[in-house]
Structure formats: structure tokens, C-alpha cells
């Protein structure tokens, strides 16, 4: 089993920043990387961004492209999103999951998820 603990959202203006954190436990061997999803009110989940755990190599949706970043540390099992110039639109619970697979852009591949932590940007 794997734990996935999300941290870092809140409430942000239109232009700023927040950087959330994703915090993975247990038998973390066992995964290959991380995605992070977001789910608007009346909307489906969907993807943002994924990393994998070795070598690094990343993946962006592109309505985040250029405005977010995700990295890891591997020492601390941590995987960041750094999120910038968040509009409106960007306003979800944001969640962490991961894979033993290669990361994707599909929710159903992913096979522990955290919690989600709640990200609203106002106008």
C-alpha cells in the first residue's frame, strides 16, 4: 500500500502563485510516477500534470502548460506543484495520485490517491 498526502492549496487572486505538495508513504518502491488531477464543481476529474519518479521526465495538460511546473525530490518521496499566474478557471480540488504504470493522462491507471486539497482562485 501506498499513502498519499496532498498539501499546499488555499485561496489565491488571479495572477498568483501557490505550491502544493504531495507526500507518498509505504511501499513507494513499488510506483513508477505521480499525477496530479483536479475535479471543478459539476465537472469530471481531470489531469494537470505528471512526473515519473526516475529520470524525471514530465507531462502537462495543456491548459497548464507554461503557467505550472511539477518536480520531485525522491529523497523526501515528494512531488511538488508549483502553480503560476492561477486564473479563475484553475479553481478545483487538486488531487495526488499514483501509478505503478507509466504516468498518463487517465485517472483509471492510477492506483492510490490522496485526499485532494481544495485550490480557489478569485477574480
Known amino acids: 500500500q501506498v499513502q498519499v498526502v496532498e498539501s499546499g492549496g488555499g485561496l489565491v487572486q488571479a495572477g498568483g502563485s501557490l505550491r502544493l505538495s504531495c507526500a507518498a508513504s509505504?511501499?513507494?518502491?513499488?510506483?513508477?510516477?505521480v499525477g496530479w488531477f483536479r475535479q471543478a464543481p459539476g465537472k469530471e476529474r481531470e489531469f494537470v500534470a505528471s512526473?515519473?519518479?526516475?529520470?524525471?521526465?514530465?507531462y502537462y495538460a495543456d491548459s497548464v502548460k507554461g503557467r505550472f511546473t511539477i518536480s520531485r525530490d525522491n529523497a523526501k518521496n515528494t512531488v511538488y506543484l508549483q502553480m503560476y499566474d492561477l486564473k479563475p478557471e484553475d479553481t478545483a480540488v487538486y488531487y495526488c495520485?499514483?501509478?505503478?504504470?507509466?504516468?498518463?493522462?487517465?485517472?483509471?491507471?492510477?492506483?492510490?490517491w490522496g485526499q485532494g486539497t481544495q485550490v480557489t482562485v478569485s477574480s
Open positions: 495520485a499514483v501509478t505503478r504504470l507509466r504516468p498518463t493522462d487517465r485517472p483509471n491507471e492510477y492506483d492510490y
Open positions: 509505504g511501499r513507494t518502491f513499488s510506483s513508477v510516477g
Open positions: 512526473i515519473r519518479w526516475s529520470g524525471g521526465t514530465t
